[in-house]
């Protein structure tokens, strides 16, 4: 499947479940790379950032989720997503903060390992071992953002940081716990972006 079948393919399934599709020829857009909201029924992608086609990837699998495991899409509580409603300025208790923390980090695995499976499948233009690493940067970063309530300053998309990251997605737990398969916490290398 080339890159224009498959923004012809989302677009078409967006059509059909009503879902606006934004595929906005910006490197940001409203801080970020991309979602899909099922509140809003918008799937939004920044294209001219450095990784547009694979956060459309991804986004569509946000998408399929919502669509095909609605159940687990709730359990997940991805429709109001508690954890970004935090990082958002929302107060909330350890607990919950914690629980919330745990569904985000559930979903975005799942939809990384989706995202991941049809890239084969469909013989993408996109390199497997390098959306790989570069999904488990982002599965990792929110342990950051669960400390520092933000991003880092720096992309996490560094070649440093990516080299370090491992080549397949792990089980849930190493993410919950925010280790890799030798048990070496990772949240230091997105630290190490600030020195």
């Known amino acids: 499947m080339t890159r224009n079948e498959f923004i012809a393919k989302v677009a078409v399934e967006c059509i059909q479940n009503d879902v606006s599709l934004k595929i906005i020829q910006k490197e940001i857009v409203s801080g970020y790379g991309g979602w899909f909201d099922s509140n809003k029924k918008e799937l939004v992608c920044a294209y001219k950032s450095v990784n547009g086609f694979e956060t459309l990837i991804h986004e569509y699998h946000h998408f399929l989720q919502w669509k095909n495991s609605p159940k687990f899409w709730e359990q997940c509580e991805a429709d109001k997503n508690p954890f970004l409603c935090w990082l958002g300025g929302d107060e909330t208790t350890k607990n919950k903060l914690t629980r919330a923390f745990y569904k985000a980090i559930r979903l975005e695995r799942d939809c990384e390992i989706r995202s991941i499976k049809f890239i084969k499948k469909h013989g993408l233009d996109v390199d497997v071992q390098k959306y790989t690493r570069e999904a488990n940067a982002y599965l990792y970063s929110y342990h950051y953002l669960k400390k ?41 290398l997105y630290e190490q972006l600030h020195t």
Request: charged content about 35%; cysteine-free; proline content about 5%.
């Open 148 to 188: 520092y309530r933000d991003w880092p300053a720096v992309t996490i998309y560094t070649k440093k940081l990516i080299r370090e990251m491992p080549d397949k997605i792990l089980s849930l737990d190493h993410y919950k716990k925010g280790v890799d398969e030798k048990g070496n916490k990772l949240i230091v």
